[in-house]
């Protein structure tokens, strides 16, 4: 059955530094997004992307962050001066349609010292 | 802006039981609502997705039900087995805001062999 694949599965890296996620969403979906999750809280929406675009992102998307889909497979999460709360773990999400269910990656769990 | 609840927020029982969990949503004006499940240090996988014109999904021992107008979901699970111990979301995607989902904090359940 095709899901989601993201790497690494856990990265640790210093405040100030620029990390990048990776996603591999299922391969015919047409929506793609990326949610956090910081330890024992609710799971939050960062960010959707359609057509080669943002078409929504939250409050927390600021401009610490960025989104790209560099080729036909891959879709990245961005974020350029890591600070201490970003340590959550990141899950990217796909979707055939916007109506549909949203299959969801095993995460990233990443960790700013 | 739309909240999410959901009750309780743990649950133990023994192996066999049929039990309900329960989500509430502030708001009823609803594109869907999703339930995850979600493994300690895993991914969400999808359980049921219920659209805002359905009343109920069934997948095998599982069963959703949707009232909009109270704004309101169970998830209903027959003859629990302790495979079923994890913790359960509940996801709703508000009709107005875009594709993006809203978590509730979860159910945690046990289920005792």
């Known amino acids: 059955e095709p899901e989601v694949t993201q790497t690494p599965s856990h990265q640790v890296t210093q405040m100030g530094q620029e990390v990048i996620l990776r996603c591999v969403p299922i391969?015919?979906?047409?929506?793609f997004y990326w949610y956090r999750q910081i330890l024992g809280q609710k799971v939050e929406f960062l960010v959707s992307?359609?057509?080669?675009?943002?078409?929504?992102k939250s409050e927390i998307f600021d401009d610490q962050f960025s989104v790209e889909r560099p080729d036909g497979s891959n879709f990245t999460l961005k974020i350029r001066s890591t600070k201490l709360e970003d340590s959550a773990m990141y899950f990217c999400?796909?979707?055939?349609?916007?109506?549909?269910?949203?299959?969801f990656g095993p995460g990233t769990r990443l960790l700013v010292l | 802006k739309q909240e999410v609840t959901q009750i309780p927020a743990a649950l133990s029982v023994p192996e066999g039981e049929n039990l309900v969990l329960n989500c509430s949503f502030t708001?009823?004006?609803?594109?869907?609502l999703q339930w995850f499940r979600q493994d300690p240090g895993k991914g969400l996988t999808s359980l049921l997705l219920?659209?805002?014109?359905?009343r109920e999904q069934t997948s095998g021992r599982l069963n959703a039900s949707l009232d909009k107008s109270s704004g309101r979901s169970t998830l209903y699970i027959a003859a629990s087995q302790p495979g079923d111990s994890a913790t359960y979301l509940c996801?709703?995607?508000?009709?107005?805001?875009?594709?993006?989902?809203?978590f509730g904090p979860g159910t945690r359940l046990s289920v005792l062999p």
């Open positions: 391969s015919n979906h047409l929506y």
């Open positions: 219920i659209q805002s014109s359905q």
């Open positions: 992307f359609y057509n080669n675009e943002i078409s929504e």
């Open positions: 708001d009823s004006a609803i594109y869907n």
């Open positions: 996801a709703v995607r508000p009709h107005n805001y875009g594709q993006n989902f809203v």
């Open positions: 999400a796909s979707t055939i349609l916007r109506a549909e269910t949203q299959y």
